[in-house]
């Protein structure tokens, strides 16, 4: 049976994976920042799970405004690094799980949640980002990787309460398959940051750190915390977090935060990394 393990919540500012594909995470700027990511790639190392499944949007790479699908599953043997004006990131391809994609799909489709099916789907900054943060620069990427995009770009987004519901039928969904695997889910975007308008360049690290208090402590806090309160406290695309709920739902009550780091700032955003593992 598959094994749902562990939840990592990562910030996927584009600034990070430039910084890395660049060579400057030694620049004083960003080593900061960097000093907090070589605890989470030992653990990574360490556990060495065999599916990541990595919660995340699309930057209107894959995507348009022609066409906005609340929630997507990849469920194709590859997805390539999307290019997003300056070329796609020189980083390897990411391979897909079709097994257990098209079991997720299936199963949170019977259990009423409307998945929009991806047969081809380059990926962004949203996902390469937190693998190169988790991972470094290997010349495979150390798992198997099932992009699952959600609409955090066009108003109405979901609720963090669905989200939160999503990430417990993709646990049921896991929980049900029948092969041998170990199963991360990572919840990214965020955290506090407005890149647009009157506000843009806003962070709110008070605001970020209970954020990441409370993904052990409250949950119930941030399952509640509505659209208007993430566009007032965390800037207009603060709304990234609903990404991390999928992921908390995920897990169970008693999860266990084994690791985290908070720095500000990275390019606009509060970047923040927690690794919490299932009880
Ligand atoms: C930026 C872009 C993002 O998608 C994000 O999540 C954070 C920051 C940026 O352009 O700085
Ligand atoms: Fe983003």
């Not at 996927?12 to 594909?21: L, Q, R, V, Y």
């Not at 789907?121 to 995009?149: E, N, R, Y």
């Amino acid at each position: 049976m598959a094994n749902l393990i562990a939840g990592i919540g990562t910030t996927h500012t584009p600034a990070i994976g430039a910084a890395i594909d660049n060579g400057k995470t030694d620049q004083p700027y960003w080593k900061p920042l960097f000093a907090g990511y070589p605890k989470a790639r030992e653990w990574m190392a360490e556990t060495k799970p065999d599916v990541a499944i990595i919660v995340y949007n699309d930057h209107a790479s894959a995507f348009s405004l022609d066409i906005i699908p609340t929630f997507v599953v990849g469920v194709a043997e590859q997805f390539a690094p999307a290019d997003e004006g300056y070329g796609p990131r020189r980083v390897p391809a990411v391979e897909g799980h079709p097994e257990l994609a098209w079991h997720l799909v299936e199963s949170l489709i019977f259990d009423e949640f409307d998945i929009t099916i991806a047969n081809d789907l380059p990926v962004d900054h949203g996902l390469t980002v937190p693998l190169s943060i988790t991972c470094g620069q290997p010349d495979a990427w150390p798992m198997k990787v099932i992009p699952l995009a959600v609409n955090v770009i066009q108003y109405p987004q979901p609720t963090g309460r669905r989200c939160f519901n999503l990430g417990k039928a993709i646990r049921k969904a896991v929980d049900s398959f029948d092969e041998d695997l170990n199963v991360v889910i990572f919840g990214t975007g965020g955290m506090s940051h407005q890149l647009q308008g009157e506000r843009a360049g806003l962070i709110n690290s008070e605001f970020d750190v209970a954020f990441l208090d409370d993904l052990t402590r409250d949950v119930g806090r941030l399952t509640d915390i509505g659209h208007t309160e993430y566009l007032r406290e965390s800037g207009s695309e603060g709304i990234e977090l609903i990404m991390w709920l999928i992921m908390r739902g995920a897990l169970g009550d008693d999860a266990k935060e084994i690791y985290r780091h908070y720095h500000v700032p990275a390019s606009n955003s509060g970047a923040g990394l927690i690794v919490l593992e299932d009880a």
